[in-house]
């Protein structure tokens, strides 16, 4: 079996410091539990720790709000890499709870001090023609990283890298906290693999922004993209990272038991001591949220042009004719999304991938369902009229907001990151972090012997909780999975349902640039 125990045994230590910077450690006797929170979709890590204090601990530290704490933790069982060492502010406290003998009992709240640096400043400046990785660098650094007494380091791929952010922005930060116009950076970039969003997040090697598809299948860091003012170009293959996924994890349903009444585990893997489905799917979710088909229709204040650029079937004016009034008869043109058609070119969770659903699923074919309406000013440069914002006036640049590439795709994937979602408890370790691949290995209830058809394989961690209770330490993890394992069967036909293939290749922005197809309303 190895070392798979369902709780592990913790290592612990925490200190306290006061307004006069005096550290003050806590006896074990004094701490009731522990918890640290990670997240994908929080900026900062946060937690807190409930005290038994029966001496007046918080009147002769005191404990006022002026506060730093220090928590070093770490499971015995792993001693293959250091304890986490976490430096925290402390920024309230709870209502105390005081018996007849004079015990009280307070939940203190603690958060990365970045976070209160946050709170402290706005961002009042703009930026010409740079990249998203560079933008963000520049605020976490001026702003945040300068105002702490911890500074960590910041992980951003570079220009180099086919997981940066392929495209220049334009972007005028009014009076904006640090960490929004972080996450307005993340939230408008394209990655040059493909399709998908950014994130912003700390784990426990510090902040991070990262593609979600960097997250969901792991690269080697090596130099694959030369860029110039003229062009982007791939430069070598796409080399996966090897042993991405970090953990293997046992999820056991009742009914799945052998012949023998013992499932057969190896010594890397660990027991998951309770689990549970948090969703499977939510079509009304999905239908709302963009998932399957979504439209844009965009407007160019510049030329009063409403919808895509499509000069085909355009007429010229004529004095007197009945188009004197109009330049053109040319329809405004949609930008359409279809989760059936563009699955092949997200990146997915390493390892087999197919649709959440098949192509004649109910919420698919209906741009309808999702409707956003931006501006744009897209092909300025390319148009003669404008050509006073070429780059040429002034050494400046005009750059397309690429809301035609990032607005649709981004909604379809946090909907689909956000079908199978999968909690589980297991034993502490605090290697694990957010934002790594773990394996789990789902028996099927059904097929004797064999693992889950559509829910085994590997996840991504985007929520995680190390909890120390007692002499206990565990883990509680959200893990999301945004492709099943195998393929949807037509069982009357025997044939797949699905119409794209995992082996599909996967344009990118570098091999596409701007190329739309605007006659079936859809870019590519």
Known sequence: MGDN??????????????????????????????????????????????????????????????????IIFGAKSNKLLAHQVKEFVIYNMSPKLIDEGKRQAYVLYFISEEYIANLKFKVSRSYKSEFAQDIVSNIYNEFISNEVKFPKHIHADGLTDLDSSVYRMHL?????????????????????????KFVFYE???????????????????????????????????????????????????????SETGVF????????????????????????????????????DPVT????????????????????????????????????????????????????LCSPTHTGIGYPNSNYKFMTTNFEHNSRKQL??????????????????????????????????VLSVRVAGDHSRTVGELVHIDMPSSY?????????????LITDLSHKIIGDNYYMDMKLCKDALSAKLIDLTNDNSANTVSSEQSTPSPINEDSERDINDNTWT
């Open 387 to 420: 050509s006073l914002l070429t780059n040429r006036m002034a050494g400046q640049f005009e750059v397309d907001n690429q809301v035609e590439r990032w607005l649709l795709p981004n909604m379809s994937q946090n909907r689909q990151l956000k079908n199978i």
């Open 203 to 257: 784990n426990k090697d510090g902040y991070n922004f990262k593609s979600i598809e960097s997250l969901l299948n792991p690269k080697s860091s090596i130099q694959d993209m030369d860029r110039t003012e003229e062009a982007l170009t791939q430069i070598s293959e796409i080399t996966e990272e090897e042993n991405a996924v970090t953990a293997t994890y046992v999820l056991m349903p009742a009914n799945a038991l």
């Open 5 to 70: 125990r369902q709780i592990g045994d913790k290592n612990l230590s925490v200190i306290i410091s006061n307004y006069l910077d005096q550290k003050i450690a806590l006896d074990s006797s004094a701490i009731i539990d522990v918890i640290i929170h990670e997240s994908l979709y929080d900026n900062t890590t946060h937690g807190e720790i409930t005290v038994l204090d029966i001496g007046g601990f918080e009147e002769r530290i005191p404990i006022i709000g002026q506060e730093r704490i220090q």
């Open 264 to 299: 057969e585990m190896s010594g890397d893997e660990t027991i998951i001591t309770s689990f549970k489905f948090e969703s499977t799917f939510n079509v009304m979710a999905n239908i709302i949220g963009g998932m399957y088909s979504s439209r844009l229709m965009t407007y």
């Open 172 to 196: 005028v930060m009014a009076q904006f906290r640090p960490f929004e116009c972080i996450n307005l950076v993340a939230k408008r970039s394209v990655p040059a693999r493909g399709l998908g």
């Open 447 to 459: 097929f004797q012997g064999e693992k889950h058809k559509y829910y085994a394989g590997n996840y």
């Open 304 to 355: 009063q042009r409403i919808g895509a650029l499509n000069d085909q079937g355009a007429t010229v004016s004529t004095k007197g004719s009945e188009l004197a009034s109009r330049e053109s008869n040319v329809k405004s043109e949609f930008y359409d999304f279809d989760y059936s058609s563009r699955f092949g070119q997200f990146t997915h969770v390493k390892g087999a991938t197919n649709p």
